[in-house]
């Protein structure tokens, strides 16, 4: 009967400890994802965007840069971030963020597709 105790005392600690731990990390998750979207302003409407703001986009910048420089905007995405701005010339600037770091580098293959966008030819 003393076995049993144990291994239930142990049990019931090890769950308990497990719920607590899986429930920090899902609010540290939520709480990022908040601040993101609380930081990017996201918005039910697409941002119009000029040449002029796409020239200040550097290949250094970080997507939390880019996307301040470029405004709020809406996220058309579903799973992943997709946010869309409008072109001066009716198209749309569809750019993938695909990291949960907002705070790294944006990727190449985004840079060279904002300077299709600002220079109107192929990345």
């Known amino acids: 009967m003393h076995v049993r105790k144990n291994t239930f005392i ?3 600690v090890f769950f308990s400890l ?6 920090c990390s899902n609010h540290n998750a939520q709480s990022r994802d908040e601040n993101n ?7 039910n409407e697409i941002r119009k965007i000029t040449s002029s703001h796409l020239a ?12 301040n420089t470029l ?21 749309f600037l569809d750019i993938n963020i695909f990291e949960h770091n907002l ?3 944006i990727r190449e293959d985004v840079y060279k597709h904002i300077q299709y966008f600002l220079h109107n030819k192929k990345p």
Do not use: A, C, H, W
């Open 37 to 43: 979207n609380e930081i990017l302003g996201l918005t």
């Open 103 to 105: 705070d790294v580098k």
């Open 18 to 23: 497990m719920t607590t731990l899986l429930g």
């Open 71 to 91: 405004g709020n905007t809406k996220d058309i995405g579903s799973g992943i971030k997709i946010f869309r701005y409008e072109y001066e010339n009716g198209q």
């Open 10 to 12: 142990f049990i019931l």
């Open 56 to 67: 200040k986009i550097t290949k250094d910048m970080t997507y939390r840069e880019m996307i």
